[in-house]
């Protein structure tokens, strides 16, 4: 076991408050934080309390860290990434690829001599980049694709005479293909005409917010609206959020994100956890690279007509702890609730972990190490560690991200 250094990822839409609070470091920040990694990426792997890479931990003995079953199944490297993000303003409208289109789309940058770390690169790794999110406080996020006769009805409510025509098109078409057609029309649309449907779709949102107030239907699709069309007046996003679920997530809510599935995190902050991958393609809301015809070849169009993840309780023996689960065979997720005064518990696992503390403090111990957690902190936990003991301080919530695979625990006694 071993404390992890995160990478702190400095992007324009994080807080400059927010994480530095959680984590107890200056605050405000002198610049924008908007993630912490805890990982083994190539663009960012998190430092050991040894001054080692975690991924040169982990390249320098694949079956003690990982375990045989893990390494043996994602070839010796770490097939997750643990974040902390806060999101201050809007990320980017954006999806992520499946493996097979991560590996062709590297390749073809590859070939094409795009240095990994440009700026116009979209894949800077081989992987896919599924991604669930559980909120730390409300959280406000667009998530895939809504079904289409709500986003009917929603047009209906902003009443924009502009929009009417993608409207009869959802109407008469209320599917994957008639939701292709719309948003392929929305983010091709000449530079002159997009304007013109942005300040007129804002006069539709504020005229829905005069007359309804917060407490309307569509109140927080109206604000979002108008929020992103002020930052973005001539960007093709705004009108291809109106197509997507608006989300708000309470504490301990989670999203889940698989490949294709088109969105963009608004406000708050959460731990996400992901396949072990960089690549993203950008749609718009964004002064970074846009690719629209690579994302329109990743972009799922079937409805989502629910993108969030309820936690069950996990049935490892472990107290207090549920489980978020997904299809992803590269991350498992659960949280673990310790009371202040409670008993230890203890487990074993046979393959790799990052135990994140988001609140109180926890004191994990194995073989003898002990290491204290407050917010914001985590550990590394090798696959051959025997038995891993938690224990809390003052009341704890711990997030233990592992890799699927048989997992035992019991209370300790």
Not at 130 to 142: C, D, G, R
Not at 214 to 238: I, K, Q, S
Not at 396 to 408: N, Q
Request: aromatic share 6%; glycine share 10%; hydrophobic share 40%.
């Amino acid at each position: 076991m071993v404390v992890l250094s995160p990478v702190v990822q400095a992007y324009a839409w994080g807080s400059r408050t927010a994480l530095p609070e959680l984590c107890g470091t200056h605050s405000p920040a002198p610049h924008p934080v908007a993630e912490h990694w805890f990982g083994a990426h190539d663009s960012g792997s998190s430092l050991c309390a040894d001054g080692r890479g975690l991924d040169a931990r982990i390249a320098a003995d694949p079956e003690g860290e990982l375990g045989a079953r893990v390494a043996a199944e994602h070839g010796g490297g770490l097939p997750f990434l643990v974040k902390l993000l806060s999101a201050e303003q809007a990320l980017s409208l954006q999806a992520h690829p499946s493996p097979e289109r991560a590996r062709e789309g590297f390749a073809a940058e590859d070939a094409r001599g795009i240095a990994v770390h440009a700026p116009d690169r979209n894949y800077r790794d081989t992987n896919h980049k599924p991604e669930i999110l559980v909120a730390l406080t409300e959280f406000h996020a667009l998530v895939g694709f809504r079904p289409v006769p709500r986003t009917v009805a929603l047009f209906d409510a902003l009443d924009v005479p502009a929009l009417r025509p993608y409207r009869d098109m959802l109407d008469g078409q209320p599917d994957a293909e008639g939701l292709r057609a719309v948003f392929t029309t929305f983010v091709t649309m000449p530079h002159m005409a997009l304007e013109a449907v942005v300040a007129d779709l804002v006069t539709g949102a504020v005229g829905y917010l005069t007359a309804e107030g917060v407490a309307g239907t569509w109140a927080n699709e109206a604000t979002t609206v108008v929020e992103l069309a002020e930052r973005y007046p001539t960007d093709p996003g705004v009108l291809g959020a109106l197509l997507l679920n608006r989300v708000v997530l309470r504490p301990g809510q989670a999203v889940y994100l698989g490949p294709g599935q088109l969105h963009a995190y608004l406000h708050g902050v959460g731990v996400e956890v992901m396949a072990n991958s960089d690549n993203v393609l950008r749609g718009g809301l964004t002064p970074k690279h846009v690719d629209v015809p690579e994302l329109m070849r990743v972009l799922a169009f079937d409805p989502l007509a629910d993108p969030t993840v309820r936690p069950v309780p996990a049935d490892r023996g472990i107290p207090g702890e549920m489980d978020y689960p997904t299809p992803e065979p590269d991350f498992a997720l659960s949280r673990i609730v310790l009371p202040a005064a409670s008993t230890p518990v203890s487990y074993r696992t046979d393959g790799p972990e990052v135990l994140l503390c988001t609140a109180g403090r926890v004191r994990v111990s194995e073989n003898g190490t002990r290491e204290t957690l407050g917010p914001g902190h985590a550990v590394w936990v090798p696959a051959s560690t025997p038995l891993v003991e938690l224990e809390a301080a003052d009341g704890a919530t711990v997030f233990r991200t592992r890799v699927d695979g048989p997992v035992t625990g019991t209370p300790h006694r």
